[in-house]
């Protein structure tokens, strides 16, 4: 039986155990944060292959060092679609539609900033380039109001440990519906519509992310989506990928994606199990 190492404890670990040992691979919790290692001592396990690096890179090296086992989205994958900036201009680079958007790394002036906006109609996002779940984006209606969230980014800057100096200033794209599309292996296993409820939007909330309130419905993906979804995760080389895509006004574009994305199986398509399994032994060398 093929031992997979998962180093996340959360619902994908719960959700994968039962399906993919009914395909032969034990799914094993692999803690790789919050705990004490003895880094001259062997590991006791022996694992065949992991399941998405860890989130944190200097524990995700300790397990490497320890294991040097093949990974379903190693550390150049996980770093890759961490880096918000990267993935625009790489998709950008492919020809995948992106919003327009540019990236700023401090330090820089109120000018600079201003110059990066110019041709770009207010309102507009302001996004930390390495976050996720939505913290720290925040939509400036004005010139003021933008230069004000860029002082506190300033004040956030100074500190010496702060290690991604840099943010995103992206175009606003009104009324967007917001899909998170699920590629394994350069194929669509699924996908979901993020919305947030009439209560929320009549209160002026715009985040559609589920960690903020929102809610994800399974939806049907079109196949033009599809295909955006699958030059995405064809274009940055991941095998894995949470891709997700706004619709607004007839324009469909990729905002991010993640490599590190929890597994909703309930709302994928039959065969999903079998895709993931497959991939996972690929991965393994089998």
Request: charged share 25%.
């Given at each position: 039986?093929?031992?997979?190492?998962?180093?996340?404890?959360?619902?994908?670990?719960?959700?994968?155990?039962?399906?993919?040992?009914?395909?032969?691979?034990?799914?094993?919790?692999?803690?790789a944060k919050e705990r004490v290692v003895d880094l001259t001592t062997p590991p006791i396990r022996h694992f065949d292959v992991g399941f998405v690096y860890p989130s944190r890179l200097m524990e995700g090296g300790v397990v490497d060092g320890r294991h040097a086992m093949p990974w379903v989205n190693g550390r150049e994958a996980i770093v890759t679609s961490r880096n918000k900036a990267g993935v625009i201009a790489a998709l950008s680079r492919a020809?995948?539609?992106?919003?327009?958007?540019?990236?700023?790394?401090?330090?820089?002036?109120?000018?600079?900033?201003?110059?990066?906006v110019a041709d770009l109609d207010f309102p507009i996002v302001v996004k930390p380039n390495s976050a996720a779940r939505g913290v720290g984006v925040a939509k400036a209606t004005d010139l003021d109001s933008l230069l004000g969230i860029v002082d506190y980014l300033n004040?956030?800057?100074?500190?010496?440990?702060?290690?991604?100096?840099?943010?995103?200033?992206?175009?606003?794209?009104?009324?967007?519906?917001?899909?998170?599309?699920?590629?394994?292996d350069g194929t669509v296993v699924g996908g979901v519509e993020r919305q947030l409820s009439d209560d929320a939007r009549d209160a002026g909330r715009w985040k559609h992310?589920?960690?903020?309130?929102?809610?994800?419905?399974?939806?049907?993906?079109?196949?033009?989506?599809?295909t955006?979804?699958?030059?995405?995760?064809t274009a940055l080389d991941?095998?894995?990928?949470?891709?997700?895509?706004?619709v607004s006004d007839g324009?469909?574009?990729?905002?991010?994606?993640?490599?590190?994305p929890t597994i909703d199986d309930e709302k994928y398509a039959d065969g999903f199990w079998d895709r993931l399994a497959a991939l996972i032994r690929r991965t393994a060398g089998e």
């Open positions: 039986m093929l031992r997979l190492a998962v180093t996340t404890s959360s619902e994908t670990f719960e959700r994968m155990r039962d399906p993919l040992a009914a395909r032969d691979i034990a799914v094993e919790h692999l803690q020809s995948v539609p992106v919003p327009e958007t540019r990236l700023v790394s401090n330090p820089v002036s109120d000018e600079d900033v201003a110059a990066a004040l956030v800057h100074d500190y010496r440990a702060t290690g991604d100096q840099s943010y995103l200033l992206q175009e606003y794209l009104p009324n967007a519906r917001d899909y998170r599309i699920m590629v394994v992310n589920v960690h903020r309130g929102a809610t994800a419905t399974a939806v049907d993906v079109p196949d033009g989506l599809r955006l979804a699958v030059d995405a995760a991941i095998d894995y990928l949470g891709v997700d895509v706004l324009r469909a574009v990729v905002s991010e994606t993640n490599a590190r």
